[in-house]
């Protein structure tokens, strides 16, 4: 695994919390979802 540094707003952040989303594995499968629409 590769650490990334990502900026957000307060609101996201704020979101983030409220929805208890773990923002790691959100990003992670957002790429895999993009990453399959390419290959396609």
């Known amino acids: 695994m590769k650490r990334k ?3 957000i ?4 952040e704020e979101w983030i919390q409220e929805n208890h ?7 992670q499968e957002q790429l895999d979802e993009r990453i ?3 290959d396609l």
């Open 5 to 7: 540094t990502i900026t």
């Open 9 to 12: 707003r307060k609101d996201q």
């Open 21 to 27: 989303l773990n923002l790691s594995s959100f990003i």
């Open 36 to 38: 399959e629409e390419r």
